[in-house]
């Protein structure tokens, strides 16, 4: 057994190991399909107004737990449709991870592309900032900004494109300078071109692989972020919801209604399980050192 | 070295400036907490005088400069709700949070380390996918999803634990396992990957190839070397010991530091929350600290490519 | 000078060095004192051993660095800071050629658009006039415009470097500088690329800076020749007269490493050691730790580049300044 395994240890090109559990795979793309789907068209499959009260169907349960065809996934405690409300919440929680994460690589790429053409006192000030980011957990930074600034969904937003930016800003930074340093960047600044053409037409294409597998890890991680901080009552306030802020709401009904508290818990999880399955297969493929 | 430690240090120092600079611009900018903490029908001169007691009236670079001061001499001011010392109301937490989460991280170390070097050791078999499979869950699962599904289990349907409160040590089972949980997981991928990057290298080949055996090569050559990446993430969750239990302690009630900072930030309780900001960036960066010079010791590449 | 395109006067450029931790501090200097003047239509070549800051001279002159001393006039006016627009808009008037071309052509954009982006960056012309003017530069360099839809990795080396040269004409400069533009390429294809210089210098009558290691690829294209040594210039003429009567005893020593200019029977002079670090100059003249006809004074001495005869003829060497004061038929 321990000899095998050795034999297998030592073969390390990623040819020789066997496609692993691709059914998972598969299964996980196609959640994430389903999932950014439902998202995308939202307003066209909910089956009722999220915000309609049915008192008379208060805490009705799912299919499968004794509910009725009306209500799949059960109503919550005023007698809402939870399949409804959880649909708006995928599509709150994709559209605010995806405007974060745009909104942050925007900024990070930004600021990193301005400390690499500056240098000096700048380039070491946004590194301290950089520094200071990856420092801090980003909870702890979010919670404080978030309760003192308000809650709007906007400012929201905003404050979660914090999330991985000073990722952006690293990447962006070392990438411009190397490019500065020799080869095709000078090359056209040498043609008299503005810096601004130079990194948006030269650098940034140049550059932009990289950023977006950058951002196809920070979006999860940013949908994540958001679940926690709107579990806490601290995101996304009501009328709105989200993933996190149907948690914890449905918290006060654990023992009485759990389904209302496990439809979105299962939706979060298994969207962050999906994510992490197809970035492990993907490393596994394209990663030579079989990290 | 010494140079190499010292611009770290400096580095360190110049981290934890911006975070008070960051807490202060945030906290301050931010609202009249005189308008939060009494209530709107409270006369103008309470008012005024609530903001001349905190030091709210005066102009923001003499506030600034004042909280410097007052950081230096080790007091960070009352707290608004309680009017007591907000660094005590703040370190009288610290031991409740570290009853969780060194538990906890115990519980990251024992599961997380062999799972992650058996794993290796045997990539590919159904061990390592079990492994992997479980690992990617556990971190993958929101902590406060994982641990809302334990009182599910544990305190709603088998009735065995209490779902929150801190009052006896059954109390710290559920958080502790939810803490845990989560770290193994992210402990137990990093400790496979360093090890597995360790076995692809030439010289562990070479000394198998040479007849030494495979246990020997193992324990002699691969894990000393594999343990050096993992300085970096066990650091790493020495210093989120504090920081990382917020939303499990909210979950669980357990009133640590975590909740303290949720409950001082509902509250606007600046001084509080500037604290535990102050706290909790004095022992990430501390940690951050001791890993880069343990580092150094360890690696001397690092020492020396390092220190541009 | 009057009227010259280019006049360099007292150059000089440093580079700090990183030394150890609690070492001194030391520098580089890379350029030491040159003055260089260029009239319109010359090529002048640049002469020199790896790392003797012929390089470093070419970005001087065309103002991508600031020197530390003296100043570079272009067409009579100083040139402006690289950061100023005045700057950006003279590229369209003086361009530079590098030694490889694939680092200086963008990865992901086809050739035809990078040969029109100074016409672009420059705004000269719109699309459609621009879009002829790059075929004809294509054309200019040899190349179709099927070559001009490709991307530079898709290209040979030789074809590379004419979309280097293609672009660098394309808002007709006066003035080119190209830095070893022949030395990454095959021997074969030297020759061609040369002659398309060649071409190009008669066509145009292009002002030419021509930075290179090798004397032979210097000679064919230059009216004059200025050899470097250790961040100064030691001798500077017409390239016949430098070819054919070297003066300084390291332009020997260049010259004679030339199979077709070495008279037949006459030694090759091999130089004895490297050059010297360029951050611990020897005292005196440069040359001296290895010049084969050092004298005394030449170590403690500098020699000044001063003039030799007619034809604007220079060199920095005590010898070659003592055999020219001595009176005709002496010997």
């Given at each position: 057994?321990?000899?095998?395994?050795?034999?297998?240890a030592?073969?390390?090109?990623?040819?020789?190991?066997?496609?692993?559990?691709?059914?998972?795979?598969?299964?996980?793309?196609?959640?994430?399909?389903?999932f950014?789907?439902?998202?995308?068209?939202?307003?066209?499959?909910?089956?009722?107004?999220?915000?309609?009260?049915?008192?008379k169907?208060?805490?009705?349960?799912?299919?499968?737990?004794?509910?009725?065809?009306?209500?799949?996934?059960?109503?919550?405690?005023?007698?809402?449709?939870m399949?409804?409300?959880?649909?708006?919440?995928i599509?709150?929680?994709?559209?605010?991870?995806?405007?974060?994460?745009?909104?942050?690589?925007?900024?990070?790429?930004s600021?990193?592309?301005?400390?690499?053409?500056?240098?000096?006192?700048?380039?070491?000030?946004?590194?301290?900032?950089?520094?200071?980011?990856?420092?801090?957990?980003?909870?702890?930074?979010?919670?404080?900004?978030l309760?003192?600034?308000?809650?709007?969904?906007?400012?929201?937003?905003?404050?979660?494109?914090?999330?991985?930016?000073?990722?952006?800003?690293?990447?962006?930074?070392?990438?411009a300078?190397?490019?500065?340093?020799?080869?095709?960047?000078?090359?056209?600044?040498?043609?008299?071109?503005?810096?601004?053409?130079?990194?948006?037409?030269h650098?940034?294409?140049?550059?932009?692989?990289?950023?977006?597998?950058?951002?196809t890890?920070?979006?999860?991680?940013?949908?994540?972020?958001?679940?926690?901080?709107?579990?806490?009552?601290?995101?996304?306030?009501?009328?709105?919801?989200?993933?996190?802020?149907?948690?914890?709401?449905?918290?006060?009904y654990?023992?009485?209604?759990?389904?209302?508290?496990?439809?979105?818990?299962?939706?979060?999880?298994?969207?962050?399980?999906?994510?992490?399955?197809?970035?492990?297969?993907?490393?596994?493929?394209?990663?030579?050192?079989?990290? | 070295?010494?140079?190499f430690?010292l611009?770290?240090?400096?580095?360190?120092?110049?981290?934890?400036?911006?975070?008070?600079?960051?807490?202060?611009?945030?906290?301050r900018?931010?609202?009249?907490?005189?308008?939060?903490?009494?209530?709107?029908?409270?006369?103008?001169?309470?008012?005024d005088?609530?903001?001349?007691?905190?030091?709210?009236?005066?102009?923001?670079?003499?506030?600034?400069?004042?909280?410097?001061?007052?950081?230096?001499?080790?007091?960070?001011?009352?707290?608004?709700?309680?009017?007591?010392?907000?660094?005590?109301?703040?370190?009288?937490?610290?031991?409740i949070?570290?009853?969780?989460?060194?538990?906890?991280?115990?519980?990251?170390?024992?599961?997380?380390?062999?799972?992650?070097?058996?794993?290796?050791?045997?990539?590919?078999?159904?061990?390592?996918?079990?492994?992997?499979l479980?690992?990617?869950?556990?971190?993958?699962?929101?902590?406060?999803?994982?641990?809302?599904?334990?009182?599910?289990v544990?305190?709603?349907?088998?009735?065995?634990?209490?779902?929150?409160g801190?009052r006896?040590?059954?109390?710290?089972?559920?958080p502790v396992?939810?803490?845990?949980?989560?770290?193994?997981?992210?402990?137990?991928?990093?400790?496979?990957?360093?090890?597995?990057?360790?076995?692809?290298?030439?010289?562990?080949?070479?000394?198998?190839?040479k007849?030494?055996?495979?246990?020997?090569?193992?324990?002699?050559?691969?894990?000393?070397?594999?343990?050096?990446?993992?300085?970096?993430i066990?650091?790493?969750?020495?210093?989120?010991?504090?920081?990382?239990?917020?939303?499990?302690?909210?979950?669980?009630?357990?009133?640590?530091?975590?909740?303290?900072?949720?409950?001082?930030?509902?509250?606007?309780?600046?001084?509080?929350?500037?604290?535990?900001?102050?706290?909790?960036?004095?022992?990430?960066?501390?940690?951050?600290?001791?890993?880069?010079?343990?580092?150094?010791?360890?690696?001397?590449?690092?020492?020396?490519?390092?220190?541009? | 000078?009057?009227?010259?395109?280019?006049?360099?006067e007292?150059l000089?450029?440093?580079?700090?060095?990183?030394?150890?931790?609690?070492?001194?501090?030391?520098?580089?200097?890379?350029?030491?004192?040159?003055?260089?003047?260029?009239?319109?239509?010359?090529?002048?070549?640049?002469?020199?051993?790896?790392?003797?800051?012929?390089?470093?001279?070419g970005?001087?002159?065309?103002?991508?660095?600031?020197?530390?001393?003296?100043?570079?006039?272009?067409?009579?006016?100083?040139?402006?800071?690289?950061?100023?627009?005045?700057?950006?808009?003279?590229?369209?008037?003086?361009?530079l050629?590098?030694?490889?071309?694939?680092?200086a052509?963008?990865?992901?954009?086809?050739?035809?658009?990078?040969?029109?982006?100074?016409?672009?960056?420059?705004?000269?012309?719109?699309?459609?006039?621009r879009?002829?003017?790059?075929?004809?530069?294509?054309?200019?360099?040899?190349?179709?415009?099927?070559?001009?839809?490709?991307?530079?990795?898709?290209?040979?080396?030789?074809?590379?470097?004419?979309?280097?040269?293609?672009?660098?004409?394309?808002?007709?400069?006066?003035?080119?500088?190209?830095?070893?533009?022949?030395?990454?390429?095959?021997?074969?294809?030297q020759?061609?690329?040369?002659?398309?210089?060649?071409?190009i210098?008669?066509?145009?009558?292009?002002?030419?800076?021509?930075?290179?290691?090798?004397?032979?690829?210097?000679?064919?294209?230059?009216?004059?020749?200025?050899?470097?040594?250790?961040?100064r210039?030691?001798?500077?003429?017409?390239?016949?007269?430098?070819?054919h009567?070297?003066?300084?005893?390291y332009?020997?020593?260049?010259?004679?490493?030339?199979?077709?200019?070495?008279?037949?029977?006459?030694?090759?002079?091999?130089?004895?050691?490297?050059?010297?670090n360029?951050?611990?100059?020897?005292?005196?003249?440069?040359?001296?730790?290895?010049?084969?006809?050092?004298m005394?004074?030449?170590?403690?001495?500098?020699?000044?580049?001063?003039?030799?005869?007619?034809?604007?003829?220079?060199?920095?060497?005590?010898?070659?300044?003592?055999?020219?004061?001595?009176?005709?038929?002496?010997?």
């Amino acid at each position: 057994m321990l000899q095998q395994s050795t034999s297998e240890a030592l073969t390390s090109k990623p040819t020789s190991t066997r496609p692993r559990t691709p059914l998972l795979v598969h299964m996980a793309l196609a959640y994430l399909a389903v999932f950014v789907t439902t998202a995308a068209v939202a307003q066209f499959i909910i089956p009722y107004d999220p915000a309609a009260i049915d008192l008379k169907a208060r805490l009705s349960p799912p299919i499968g737990w004794g509910g009725s065809l009306a209500h799949p996934f059960g109503t919550d405690e005023l007698g809402r449709d939870m399949l409804s409300r959880l649909v708006l919440s995928i599509q709150m929680s994709v559209s605010i991870g995806l405007g974060a994460t745009g909104l942050g690589a925007m900024v990070g790429t930004s600021l990193g592309f301005i400390a690499a053409h500056l240098r000096g006192w700048i380039e070491q000030a946004i590194l301290a900032l950089i520094d200071f980011q990856a420092t801090m957990p980003f909870l702890i930074l979010a919670l404080a900004v978030l309760a003192f600034i308000g809650n709007s969904l906007a400012v929201f937003v905003c404050l979660l494109a914090l999330h991985g930016w000073e990722r952006y800003a690293r990447i962006a930074r070392s990438l411009a300078i190397s490019a500065n340093a020799q080869g095709y960047a000078s090359a056209v600044r040498q043609l008299g071109a503005h810096p601004l053409h130079v990194y948006w037409r030269h650098i940034l294409p140049n550059v932009a692989a990289t950023l977006i597998v950058s951002m196809t890890i920070s979006f999860p991680e940013i949908i994540l972020v958001e679940s926690g901080l709107s579990f806490l009552g601290l995101g996304v306030q009501p009328p709105s919801t989200s993933l996190g802020a149907m948690v914890g709401y449905g918290r006060d009904y654990l023992a009485r209604a759990p389904w209302v508290l496990m439809m979105p818990s299962l939706v979060i999880s298994l969207m962050a399980l999906s994510v992490s399955l197809i970035g492990d297969w993907l490393r596994d493929r394209f990663d030579g050192t079989l990290r | 070295m010494a140079w190499f430690a010292l611009a770290r240090f400096a580095r360190a120092m110049i981290t934890i400036l911006v975070v008070v600079g960051f807490a202060f611009i945030v906290l301050r900018l931010s609202g009249d907490p005189a308008l939060e903490i009494l209530s709107n029908d409270a006369p103008p001169e309470a008012r005024d005088a609530f903001r001349s007691a905190f030091g709210l009236d005066q102009p923001i670079w003499v506030q600034f400069f004042d909280y410097m001061t007052r950081i230096a001499a080790g007091n960070l001011g009352n707290s608004m709700r309680e009017g007591r010392n907000a660094l005590a109301v703040v370190i009288e937490r610290i031991p409740i949070t570290l009853a969780l989460s060194v538990p906890a991280f115990l519980i990251n170390v024992v599961i997380g380390i062999p799972a992650g070097i058996l794993a290796a050791l045997h990539r590919n078999s159904l061990l390592d996918r079990g492994v992997m499979l479980g690992a990617v869950a556990g971190f993958t699962i929101p902590t406060f999803v994982l641990g809302l599904l334990l009182v599910l289990v544990f305190s709603v349907q088998l009735g065995w634990l209490p779902s929150g409160g801190a009052r006896s040590w059954h109390h710290a089972i559920l958080p502790v396992l939810t803490l845990g949980a989560g770290g193994a997981a992210v402990l137990a991928r990093y400790t496979r990957s360093a090890m597995l990057e360790v076995l692809g290298q030439p010289y562990i080949r070479t000394a198998h190839v040479k007849g030494v055996p495979w246990r020997l090569v193992v324990y002699r050559h691969a894990l000393p070397n594999a343990a050096i990446p993992m300085v970096t993430i066990i650091g790493f969750m020495l210093g989120q010991l504090i920081a990382g239990a917020v939303l499990v302690e909210s979950v669980f009630a357990w009133p640590g530091v975590g909740r303290l900072l949720v409950a001082s930030v509902v509250s606007r309780d600046l001084p509080v929350v500037q604290c535990v900001l102050f706290l909790i960036a004095v022992t990430m960066v501390t940690s951050n600290l001791l890993v880069d010079l343990l580092y150094g010791l360890l690696d001397p590449r690092i020492r020396r490519g390092g220190q541009a | 000078m009057k009227g010259a395109l280019l006049l360099a006067e007292g150059l000089a450029k440093a580079y700090p060095l990183r030394g150890g931790l609690f070492a001194r501090r030391s520098q580089i200097l890379a350029v030491n004192g040159v003055s260089v003047s260029l009239n319109k239509g010359e090529t002048l070549g640049l002469v020199g051993e790896s790392g003797c800051g012929k390089s470093t001279l070419g970005r001087l002159l065309l103002g991508l660095e600031k020197p530390d001393a003296g100043c570079v006039t272009f067409d009579n006016e100083v040139m402006p800071s690289s950061k100023a627009a005045a700057w950006r808009r003279l590229r369209a008037r003086m361009q530079l050629v590098y030694q490889d071309p694939l680092g200086a052509l963008d990865a992901r954009l086809s050739v035809a658009e990078q040969v029109g982006e100074p016409l672009v960056i420059h705004g000269i012309g719109g699309p459609a006039k621009r879009k002829a003017r790059v075929l004809a530069l294509l054309a200019l360099v040899g190349l179709s415009e099927q070559h001009g839809a490709r991307l530079p990795h898709e290209l040979s080396g030789g074809q590379r470097q004419r979309v280097v040269l293609a672009r660098a004409l394309a808002t007709s400069p006066d003035l080119l500088v190209c830095d070893e533009p022949i030395s990454a390429l095959d021997v074969s294809i030297q020759a061609q690329v040369i002659n398309l210089f060649m071409d190009i210098q008669q066509k145009f009558g292009v002002a030419m800076i021509f930075i290179s290691h090798d004397l032979r690829a210097i000679r064919q294209i230059s009216q004059r020749i200025a050899v470097m040594y250790l961040g100064r210039i030691v001798e500077e003429g017409i390239t016949d007269d430098i070819l054919h009567a070297p003066l300084h005893p390291y332009t020997r020593a260049l010259v004679s490493a030339v199979p077709e200019v070495r008279k037949p029977r006459a030694r090759r002079t091999i130089l004895a050691g490297d050059p010297p670090n360029p951050a611990d100059r020897p005292d005196g003249c440069e040359f001296h730790p290895r010049c084969p006809v050092a004298m005394s004074t030449c170590s403690n001495l500098k020699p000044l580049l001063l003039g030799s005869g007619s034809r604007g003829r220079k060199v920095a060497c005590h010898l070659a300044a003592a055999n020219a004061s001595q009176p005709l038929g002496a010997h």
